[in-house]
């Protein structure tokens, strides 16, 4: 599974206002377009194209299906990888979209058997210019927390597997049904869980990814994030974060620490980025909190 953004190709007319996140899984960009034609070319990766801000007229051909629909914001448009397309035309500039970028398969041959699903018969579907929800969420996730602070893996993780799951649930050319027996078998047994909870104890301050913690419960990373949230209430991600807000307290109770490095050793990249992780968990900021301590 590997993924080759074929952005800088398909938007030459346009401009890229930023990479919001990039691993060898996942690339979140944002772009500014400018009304006219795009070139034609065949799609290296699957896109997911979402409009944030601007209105425009947008028709698009892939593999002969020709698509006419009116973006606004929340918007959406899948371009599955493989497609080719043609006769891309936009009415009017549109000042900001978020593209997401997929491998092909978007969760690799293991997973999508885990799944419940024929890696040899998937197809996405050609399919947008409509208004969905979670897809639509996820965009706005990714832009607004990487503009300020670098996102942190296990998130981004997060984010791309919730996405994928869903086109696959959402946007197949036929669509199929989840084995019931396959997902009865990815319980999260209290030993297992005990195993995940130690982990993330151990590494507050680590860039863990979902992959690490899906192995420690011999579970692939779709069915580990399922069983967690059903396990705990929450997501790893918020897991994580509230145990780095509890370790952060006790520093701050101690006062021998700067803000700064208090925001260092509980794993946060940036001191804006504590400070907001901390009100939003507590309702006060952390310097509040040592000075009522």
């Not at 007319?13 to 034609?37: F, K, M």
């Not at 007229?57 to 002969?64: A, H, I, L, M, N």
């Not at 092909?104 to 699903?117: C, I, K, M, R, V």
């Not at 979902?210 to 897991?239: M, N």
Request: hydrophobic letters at 40%.
């Amino acid at each position: 599974m590997t993924l080759s953004p074929h952005s800088v190709q398909k938007y030459s007319t346009d401009s890229r206002l930023a990479i919001h996140y990039a691993s060898p899984l996942t690339q979140v960009e944002s772009w500014r377009h400018n009304a006219g034609c795009l070139p034609e070319l065949s799609l290296t990766s699957t896109e997911v194209a979402v409009t944030l801000v601007g209105r425009a007229r947008v028709g698009r051909t892939g593999d002969g299906r020709r698509q006419e629909s009116v973006a606004v914001p929340g918007t959406f448009w899948l371009c599955p990888a493989g497609v080719h397309e043609t006769n891309i035309t936009r009415s009017h500039a549109m000042p900001e979209l978020v593209h997401i970028f997929l491998p092909p398969d978007l969760l690799g041959h293991t997973a999508l058997e885990s799944f419940g699903l024929d890696p040899g018969n998937i197809r996405l579907d050609y399919a947008g210019g409509t208004f969905d929800p979670l897809i639509y969420q996820i965009a706005k996730t990714f832009r607004d927390i990487t503009e300020s602070d670098p996102i942190e893996r296990l998130m981004a993780d997060s984010l791309r597997i919730t996405l994928a799951t869903h086109l696959l649930r959402t946007y197949l050319v036929r669509p199929v049904l989840v084995s019931q027996t396959n997902q009865s078998r990815q319980a999260l047994s209290q030993q297992r869980l005990q195993r995940v909870l130690d982990l993330i104890e151990a590494r507050l301050d680590d860039n863990l990814s979902v992959d690490e913690l899906a192995r420690e419960a011999c579970l692939s990373p779709f069915h580990f994030l399922r069983a967690f949230a059903g396990a705990v209430g929450r997501t790893p991600y918020q897991f994580l974060v509230d145990r780095r807000i509890d370790r952060a307290k006790m520093h701050l109770r101690q006062n021998k620490l700067s803000l700064a490095q208090v925001a260092q050793v509980v794993g946060f990249s940036t001191q804006s980025g504590f400070s907001r992780a901390f009100y939003k968990t507590t309702g006060i900021t952390p310097g509040e909190f040592r000075r009522d301590g």
